[in-house]
């Protein structure tokens, strides 16, 4: 009896793990497919200029080749840097920028695009990238062409204070404008979800207005704190990289594609003891749960891949160009350069035909003057003298 | 190697051309050349299958139908006294100018789109090119290409002197090529050596040229060129030993496979018997070519014979000085341009030409272009040679229009032999809107360099003839006569200080304002509105008790 009790138990013990298995398998299997994107994009932005902000710089440039090294493409980064640091006449090593002292890791790389660079980092210019309302005639590597399933990282640093951040030392972008531009974003459905990092002074008050859906934020520092910077280089003379960006580049390095780190254990990265400022972040409006979030989703560009068993029928190759019709009769005269610097032509050259403009509007409006004084001291009907 | 697809055929062929210069420095020119034999332009059949040439210019080519295109890019100066002449020439910064077919009906928008198009492709600032910096030469920079009609009405040139060269226009660049940076030459292009020296320069250069001999047809060409001069004691350790690891920190492991001809020339003129320096691996291949009006004898490099490699499969060329080299031969042709005068109002541009030739007088076209805020007073023009006034035999002046056109000066000046022509002209700072300052303006405004366009006398007769096996350096330039070489001299940019206002200002007068309409006005209106009550004082504790105590009493209160 109690060993029919104990086969029992032992079969009940045996399918209940069956369909736990069972079970976790299909979540692994839903988890998979629950992300819901389909496209990586990156914005990243550094918003300083001048040499004794290098670190701004190596910053953006350390979060570049984070996302580079997981799959992002560069036709899907838009990477904006207001000055150039690597090329700088001070830098002691040209087309290098450091992270760590004593020249360990050069972040600027041998195959690096940036899209925006000097003058043309602007707010106006950051916020058209976001909101898509750039001129016609704008190239495709500095266009945001997101969809509705593109998970998008915007990353940015630079010096800011209570609300605001800096802009190349003579404008401000605020946390208002950024709401409202993610906002325009979400309506005109430019991103299924959007990871916001930035690492500045108060960088806490710059994701505190944010009212559209699907917004994940972290800060390096809180309201009322400034983010500090890491260590200088003695030989460079300036500070490398901040505090916080610094481990965060500590923590990325680890994460390959295949990771499965979720955005915890991106919040806990630089706790107080190591940064000195309290990181923040800002889940609410967010709707999975951050935890089920993989750094990959938006540092990475995971690929779904499809294995198919079928034969594909190619079309038939590319005809080769129908000959030129020229070539069947032949130009008889022999076509020649042009002269460099032909100088009896040009001492001979007939002055430049100008086009015609009507008469510009202030010397229309003294003619004007003119004739009025003279009908108004001769009057209309002395006309008939004159003509 | 490569098949020939049939109809349309193009070829590769990449040079190197490593110049040892007298100040101990060395300069490298690499030259990949595509020769594609096809028609952009053609409307009947749009041209789909790209194979060596980038199909991302070819595009740009159709699209704008661009005639000639010349982009450069450049880091530093090129010193001609210290250096000589280099083979192709290029202002600092960023240069582009553009040759459009006639069949273009609206120039400038074509010009708008085609800058904004670049400047993604090369990762460059090139949409700072507008109209206010653009212009259209009236007699310089004829077409480098074939053609007859040369209506300068399609020409348009503009240059950004501020303009930034790093790893991410070297990239680009390196993509265009037909082996990218995996084989052949340009495996040397490492960005932390060529950026880590005296000059860089990296051009695209895209014409039409004759086909073969006969020239009944045409065919485009692409040239992607960079030069570069290493510094003898940043890269070179103050040690006179240059070599293709010691330059590149690479060496040359094969040939590029797609390419016809591959090749690496050393310049050993000034070293005929080996006395000098010493070359090594030794090579019986020499050659001699005609270039920038001297002939020069260089040992050449085959890469496409195997036997190049050695047992290491890899050749890194190695120089070693063992003599002083005496002084060198100056330059025939050289300019500089610099500011003058004092203070932010005034200023007085100079531009000084030198013509090194003994005996021969020839004449050069002069090009300026200055931005507006640079009021030129060309009444205060004065052209000088030998202490005596020198008319210029053709003047064409385009004045500035405020934000909408800058000047445009071309003079055709005949310089005397052995002589210095001084070129000089004053101006007045404009005072801009404070939204037009960029974010650091007391850096200074750059004003373009100046281009000298010049036939200067040959020592020793050109080649005229046009051949498919001359190498690549010194067929750039068409030759039309055996006595004179075309040359083209850019001077140093200038950086000009414009009076800049103090930014924090409107800040301190909204301040001050408001502080003095509270305390002024607030206080007037305070006076006004409000009426006033006399406030009995309160008296002190003593004199209250004292009074409570009257009060009882009924004797008269105290005050």
């Not at chain 1, 499965?260 to 190591?274: G, H, R, Y």
């Not at chain 2, 007699?139 to 002197?161: E, I, M, Q, V």
């Not at chain 2, 940043?234 to 090749?263: I, N, V, Y």
Request: contains cysteine; aromatic residues 12%; charged residues 20%.
């Amino acid at each position: 009896m109690s060993h029919d009790f104990l086969q029992m138990h032992l079969k009940a013990v045996i399918s209940c793990l069956l369909i736990f298995l069972y079970k976790v398998h299909t979540t692994k299997a839903g988890q998979f497919f629950s992300s819901g994107h389909t496209n990586n994009w990156a914005v990243l932005v550094c918003t300083s200029r001048f040499w004794f902000n290098y670190r701004h710089v190596a910053n953006t440039l350390s979060v570049y080749r984070s996302v580079k090294r997981l799959g992002i493409p560069d036709s899907h980064i838009v990477l904006m840097l207001a000055d150039d640091m690597a090329c700088n006449y001070r830098n002691p090593k040209p087309a290098t920028v450091f992270s760590h002292k004593n020249m360990e890791l050069n972040v600027y790389g041998d195959d690096v695009e940036v899209d925006y660079r000097g003058y043309e980092v602007t707010v106006e210019n950051f916020l058209r990238v976001l909101t898509g309302r750039l001129p016609p005639s704008t190239p495709r590597s500095k266009r945001l062409l997101s969809d509705d399933r593109s998970n998008i990282l915007i990353y940015l640093t630079g010096h800011g204070g209570n609300g605001f951040l800096k802009f190349q030392d003579s404008e401000e972008i605020s946390n208002m404008e950024l709401a409202d531009a993610f906002e325009q974003m979400w309506q005109k459905r430019r991103y299924n979800e959007l990871l916001f990092i930035i690492d500045t002074c108060q960088g806490a008050s710059m994701y505190e207005r944010f009212y559209s859906p699907n917004l994940m934020a972290l800060a390096s520092s809180q309201v009322g704190e400034d983010s500090l910077s890491h260590q200088p280089d003695l030989a460079i003379g300036v500070h490398l990289m901040d505090k916080y960006t610094f481990y965060l580049l500590e923590f990325l390095e680890e994460v390959h594609p295949a990771s499965q780190a979720n955005m915890n254990d991106l919040f806990k990265v630089c706790p107080q003891s190591q940064c000195v400022s309290t990181p923040g972040h800002r889940t609410d409006l967010f709707q999975r749960d951050p935890g089920s979030v993989l750094i990959t989703d938006f540092f990475g560009s995971v690929r779904k891949v499809e294995i198919t068993k079928d034969t594909i029928n190619l079309t038939s190759p590319v005809e080769p160009p129908i000959q030129r019709s020229g070539s069947g009769d032949i130009q008889i005269e022999s076509l020649t350069y042009v002269d460099q610097l032909p100088v009896a032509e040009i001492i001979h050259q007939k002055p430049k035909q100008k086009d015609w403009h009507p008469p510009d509007g202030f010397i229309l409006g003294l003619w004007t003057l003119i004739l009025l004084v003279f009908f108004q001291t001769y009057g209309i009907k002395h006309l008939k003298h004159i003509f | 190697c490569c098949q020939r697809h049939p109809g349309s055929v193009d070829q590769f062929q990449e040079e190197l051309v490593i110049r040892p210069l007298h100040s101990g420095d060395i300069y490298a020119s690499f030259q990949f050349r595509t020769l594609w034999d096809t028609d952009f332009l053609q409307e009947r059949q749009k041209v789909s299958h790209y194979r060596l040439f980038p199909k991302s210019l070819g595009q740009v080519l159709s699209k704008f139908s661009v005639r000639e295109l010349h982009i450069s890019f450049t880091q530093g100066f090129w010193r001609t006294m210290q250096w000589g002449q280099p083979f192709i020439p290029s202002p600092p910064g960023a240069e582009l100018w553009v040759w459009f077919h006639d069949t273009v009906s609206d120039v400038d928008g074509n010009w708008k789109e085609l800058t904004n198009v670049l400047s993604g492709i090369f990762c460059a600032s090139l949409n700072f090119i507008d109209l206010t910096n653009t212009v259209q030469p009236s007699a310089s920079f004829k077409p480098l290409g074939l053609g007859n009609a040369t209506d300068h009405r399609f020409l348009r040139y503009a240059t950004l002197p501020r303009e930034i060269v790093c790893t991410e226009n070297l990239t680009p660049w390196k993509k265009l090529l037909p082996c990218g940076s995996k084989a052949g030459l340009s495996v040397l292009l490492k960005s932390e050596k060529l950026f880590h020296s005296s000059f860089h320069s990296q051009a695209v250069h895209i014409r039409p040229v004759c086909q073969d001999e006969q020239c009944t047809s045409k065919a485009w060409e692409l040239r992607q060129t960079l030069n570069v001069v290493f510094d003898l004691y940043t890269s070179g350790q103050g040690k006179k030993e240059w070599s293709l690891f010691k330059m590149f920190s690479r060496t040359l492991t094969e040939a590029c496979p797609l390419a016809t001809s591959s090749k690496v020339y050393v310049d050993i003129t000034d070293n005929p018997e080996g006395e000098l320096f010493e070359l090594s691996p030794a090579t019986p291949l020499l050659s001699q070519a005609v270039v920038l009006g001297d002939r020069r004898t260089y040992s050449v490099f085959d890469l496409t014979r195997a036997e190049m490699f050695g047992q290491l499969r890899s050749l890194n060329l190695l120089l070693r000085w063992k003599g002083d080299s005496g002084d060198m031969l100056r330059p025939l042709l050289h300019a500089e341009r610099y500011v003058a005068g004092f203070g932010l109002q005034t200023g007085e541009i100079h531009t000084v030409i030198y013509n090194n030739h003994p005996y021969r007088a020839f004449p050069v076209l002069l090009m300026d272009s200055v931005p507006w805020y640079l009021q030129l007073y060309i009444h205060t023009l004065t052209v000088t040679s030998k202490s005596r006034d020198n008319k210029p035999s053709y003047i064409h002046y385009q004045p500035a229009k405020d934000r909408h056109r800058p000047h445009l000066l071309e003079m055709l000046i005949q310089l005397p032999p052995h002589s210095m022509t001084e070129v000089t002209v004053q101006f007045e700072r404009a005072l801009l809107k404070w939204t037009e300052y960029t974010p650091d303006p007391n850096h200074g405004f750059y004003v373009g360099s100046s281009v000298v366009s010049a036939l200067v006398p040959s020592m020793v007769a050109m080649n005229t003839n046009f051949t498919q096996d001359q190498p690549l350096f010194s067929s750039f330039v068409p030759v039309k006569e055996e006595s004179s070489y075309f040359v083209r001299v850019y001077t140093e940019p200038l950086l000009v200080n414009l009076p800049t206002p103090d930014f924090s200002m409107p800040y301190n007068v909204i301040c001050l304002t408001c502080t003095v309409v509270a305390v002024g006005y607030g206080s007037f209106y305070n006076l006004l509105t409000r009426t006033f009550q006399v406030d009995e004082p309160s008296l002190p504790l003593a004199k209250r008790l004292a009074n409570l105590i009257r009060r009882i009493r009924g004797v008269p209160l105290l005050a």
